[in-house]
């Protein structure tokens, strides 16, 4: 059991751009979750994964978030043309029952 | 409107002794609560987690009561330890849609003084 990784740790990217976030979750967990923490807040959802599909969005997933997660394994996070606001933690997590949920380290976004 | 309120930003405790942190939620729809545990520029590790429908689970030195009458929970760490410094967290997992989607509160910082 290896954990949940993310890559990469850290990104630092100028407004406008795009960016691309992985995920691979523990192997076998059929639950993936992708959640974003600001400075003094917890984790805030932002959209869930049963296996390949994508079953609920938070109304934060605005038009310029884009998640996938094809053949139920590894997941991206896409965020197109960054804001400065879209600067936080991204942090993936991972499961198979909802008693339990595993988190990665996250990856660190800085939009300058 | 938060549903999950933790509203003691920070508690120091002593090595050794008790540390009881607190937690309120209004969702009634909540079937599980979790509590995380999180360093700076790490991921929340998971700590512990109770079903809405036991009031009590023990897991070493973590113990996490749900008075669900109250839609308070809280968890007792003893005895703490200068290690259990960090940011904790509570969390409930929103069974209306089965997702299991988590919704945190914002977060104590606990202290533990050697």
Same mark, same amino acid.
């Given at each position: ?112 | ?39 700076? %520029? ?8 109770? =079903?809405?429908?036991?009031? $009590?689970?023990?897991? !070493?030195?973590? #113990? ?21 410094? %960090? ?8 069974? =209306?849609?089965?997702?299991? $989607?988590?919704?945190? !509160?914002?977060? #104590? ?6």
């Amino acid at each position: 059991d290896t954990g949940v990784s993310q890559d990469p740790r850290h990104k630092i990217t100028k407004r406008g751009q795009n960016v691309t976030f992985r995920c691979d979750p523990i192997s076998e967990h059929n639950r993936l979750y992708w959640y974003r923490q600001t400075l003094g807040q917890g984790p805030e959802f932002l959209t869930y994964f049963q296996n390949e599909a994508q079953l609920e969005k938070s109304r934060l997933l605005s038009d310029r978030f884009s998640a996938e997660r094809p053949k139920g394994s590894f997941s991206t996070l896409e965020i197109q043309r960054t804001e400065q606001g879209d600067s936080a933690m991204y942090l993936c997590a991972s499961s198979r029952r909802e008693d339990e949920q595993y988190f990665g380290p996250g990856t660190r976004l800085t939009v300058t | 409107d938060q549903q999950v309120k933790q509203n003691s930003p920070s508690l120091s405790v002593q090595e050794g002794r008790i540390s009881i942190l607190n937690c309120d939620y209004t969702n009634s729809m909540f079937d599980y609560f979790l509590w995380y545990k999180k360093y700076p %520029a790490e991921g929340p590790t998971f700590l512990i987690s109770i =079903s809405s429908i036991k009031d $009590k689970n023990e897991d !070493g030195r973590f #113990t996490v009561f749900l008075n669900k009458s109250a839609k308070h929970l809280s968890l007792h760490i003893v005895p703490s330890q200068p290690g259990d410094s %960090a940011v904790y967290f509570c969390a409930g997992s929103d069974g =209306s849609g089965n997702t299991g $989607k988590l919704i945190f !509160g914002q977060g #104590t910082t606990l202290q533990v003084k050697p």
